[in-house]
């Protein structure tokens, strides 16, 4: 508990505006905190007399307008109660400071508990009173009631400026649960929840402000306080001046080196560091060969996302520290960025691979051992890339270069190992690049093109869709594979773009190909990245008024990505909307990602797609889990749809096993799309033809 105390301490003094905390010093930042309780305790009275007033009126109302009750008369006593202790401790705090010019660092911390103990006792006590009163009392009773918490909310940006985390815990002591509790009582009311969590945040904000400037404004006054001893003290420095200044310039030079090459967060190295700690090996021995190890911590962003920045700026100086553990003639240890560290190890050629090898070991031994934050346990695991120096000794930047391409590769194929960095990854980066570059410009100059490859029905062998399949003949690399562009379309959400043009290109063409009776369906993949971007529900729609394709015609792939939780309520939404619209909704490459059987419930759509991946293995285990995915999708009243059919043996089996439509190159490759008038896949494909026939 002591720990965790003290960790509270030291985030709740950084809670201001970072331009303050770097403009002063510990020694006039502790001053100012002891002046900032000084005036809580001046303030204290004032925010004791208002809760007293508003409890007394709230009283009076409430028995005024007949909705007093027992218990609201016994909260008044109890907070009454305790306005009185508050009374006393302030009384006991002004004889202690008439008593001695400064506070000690123990009794500060004493007297600032009280007073925080004091002020959230009250704070919890109105979250009671309006956790019991709002529910029960309605019309003008629930007006005044909120207008009392509203009055003690606007008093308190003021009253408890001094005391920072204090004074938003109360704030949202007060305001937070009749939000709650107008969201979630039998008639909502949604309209005073929105109101009342807007007021919160603005109050929230100028108590913010109202601590910034006071804050400032004490630490302009002890400066001016320092300035003026300095001026007292002129002459007498003024004598010596000669004999220190050469002791000042060089102690100010090492400051600033220190400045410069250490990371202010964590203390360890920065860039500028490991590059001076590097040269400064090559300079002073020629006998040693160098490896870099660049460390990237995994899934970290949902430290900072889950628990605040505070607490990973804490978890990343605890990782700094387990790291320094092997700073020797041998380790340097620094920070690149972020969550990003870099160790540079000095060994003799035959030395050095060894001394990798146990360095990352006990590092990842070290670093997963559980972080004990607040009550919380953190396991915080990392990918590391490795780069040895060549023969020619290559400068520091590009050995962190390599370990970090060497890092990123580690990253994309899951995480949590180890990859050393060999000339196959820049030239997988150069490749990535390039697609990048050639992708922006893919579309405008007209590059991409669509093929299409039939769906076929189970039971008769027609032609039940299309799907649309996304082809890129670039002039600069030529034919481009799939797999290799779109997730990098993804990445840089390109895919957005370039989706809306498949789309409308695809129910153009499908539109262009059948006459008017034809029910023929066009199939076109989506990303998550499409699912979520403003406005696709509506843009889907425009493109059917454009194209005239009946929307029951459209059928959108989706990847099970997303049943992902972080995303799925918002993806639900707009699945619904389409869903509403009449558009078909697949799941493509069922059994590959974050889903499970039990989860197709969840979300509304049509068909699952399995995975060609199980078809094309077909063995015991793949057969299972097919079986499993018809009989539960059935259940669910949904096609199965099985990709990926090569042979005649494994579309009979699957027709066994109850799949409802094939598609796969036992049936067509992917081409052009045929007019669909003269039923050419039927008349014109030996495979088709056969199907039909039986």
């Known amino acids: 508990m002591e720990k965790c105390a003290g960790l509270v301490k030291k985030i709740a003094s950084r809670f201001v505006d970072p331009q303050i905390a770097l403009q002063a010093d510990d020694e006039i930042t502790g001053k100012v905190r002891r002046d900032l309780l000084d005036l809580a305790y001046r303030n204290n009275w004032a925010n004791i007399i208002v809760n007293l007033a508003a409890a007394g009126g709230l009283v009076i109302i409430l028995g005024l307008l007949g909705d007093l009750v027992a218990i609201t008369v016994w909260w008044s006593v109890i907070l009454a109660v305790l306005c009185a202790v508050r009374l006393w401790g302030g009384y006991l705090y002004h004889r202690e400071r008439t008593k001695v010019a400064e506070l000690d660092a123990d009794a500060f911390y004493i007297w600032q508990r009280r007073y925080a103990l004091g002020v959230l006792s009250a704070a919890i006590l109105w979250a009671v009173i309006g ?29 408890l400026a001094p005391i920072f985390l204090v004074g938003r815990l109360y704030l949202t002591a007060l305001l937070f649960p009749p939000v709650i509790i107008f969201t979630v009582m039998a008639d909502a009311n949604y309209v005073l929840a929105i109101m009342t969590i807007i007021f919160l945040m603005v109050m929230l904000i100028t108590h913010r402000n109202n601590h910034v400037v006071l804050f400032r404004s004490l630490v302009l006054k002890h400066r001016n306080d320092g300035l003026v001893e300095d001026l007292r003290q002129k002459n007498r420095i003024m004598e010596n001046w000669n004999a220190t200044l050469e002791a000042r310039v060089e102690e100010r030079t090492e400051e600033l080196r220190n400045l410069v090459e250490h990371d202010a967060l964590t203390g360890i190295l920065n860039r500028d560091g490991i590059a001076a700690w590097f040269n400064h ?13 660049f460390i990237d911590l995994d899934r970290f962003k949902q430290i900072n996302d889950g628990l605040s920045h505070a607490i990973g700026d804490e978890v990343l100086r605890i990782v700094s520290d387990r790291l320094k553990a092997y700073v020797d003639d041998r380790h340097a240890v620094g920070r690149w960025g972020g969550d990003e560290f870099l160790m540079v190890l000095a060994a003799p050629h035959d030395e050095l691979h060894g001394l990798v090898e146990n360095t990352i070991e006990k590092a990842r031994a070290s670093i997963s051992q559980p972080i004990m934050i607040c009550g919380h346990s953190l396991h915080v695991g990392f990918s590391t890339g490795v780069a040895f120096a060549a023969a020619k000794n290559p400068g520091i930047s590009e050995l962190i270069h ?18 050393n960095y060999d000339k196959t990854l820049l030239t997988e980066q150069e490749r990535r690049l390039a697609i990048n570059q050639a992708l922006r410009r893919a579309l405008g100059i007209g590059e991409f093109y669509l093929e299409y490859q039939p769906v076929i029905d189970a039971d008769d062998g027609q032609i039940v869709s299309y799907e649309a399949l996304l082809r890129w003949n670039s002039n600069e690399l030529g034919l481009v594979p799939p797999d290799e562009f779109i997730p990098i379309a993804e990445e840089s959400a390109l895919i957005v773009e370039i989706g809306e043009w498949c789309m409308r290109t695809a129910c153009r063409e499908i539109c262009a190909a059948a006459d008017g009776d034809d029910e023929t369906k066009i199939a076109v993949n989506v990303s998550i990245r499409q699912l979520v971007a403003p406005g696709f529900t509506e843009m889907v729609a425009q493109i059917l008024s454009e194209t005239g394709l009946v929307p029951t015609r459209l059928i959108l792939e989706v990847t099970e990505s997303i049943f992902e939780e972080r995303q799925r309520s918002m993806i639900s939404r707009v699945i619904d909307d389409l869903f509403d619209m009449g558009i078909g909704i697949h799941i493509d490459d069922f059994g590959t990602g974050y889903s499970s059987l039990s989860r197709l419930h969840q979300i509304q759509i049509d068909a699952v797609k399995i995975d060609k991946s199980f078809i094309l293995e077909m063995d015991e285990n793949a057969r299972v889990v097919i079986e499993g995915a018809i ?27 109850g799949v409802d439509a094939y598609q796969g190159y036992f049936f067509a490759r992917p081409g052009a799309l045929p007019c669909l008038d003269c039923h050419w896949q039927v008349e014109d494909s030996p495979t088709l033809k056969s199907l039909s026939d039986r």
């Open 281 to 293: 090996k090559r300079q002073s021995s020629d006998d040693l060969d160098y490896a870099v190890l």
């Open 131 to 159: 956790i019991i009163e709002i529910p029960i009392v309605r019309g003008e009773s629930q007006f005044m009631t909120l207008i009392m918490f509203a009055g003690l909310a606007g008093g308190a940006t003021g009253i």
């Open 631 to 657: 009989l539960i999708a059935h259940r669910f009243g949904l096609q199965v749809i099985a990709e990926g059919v090569e042979t005649d043996q494994q579309r009979n089996l699957l027709q066994s096993l």
């Open 402 to 419: 390599w370990a970090d391409l060497a890092a990123a590769e580690v990253k994309r194929s899951g995480r949590g190992s180890v990859r």
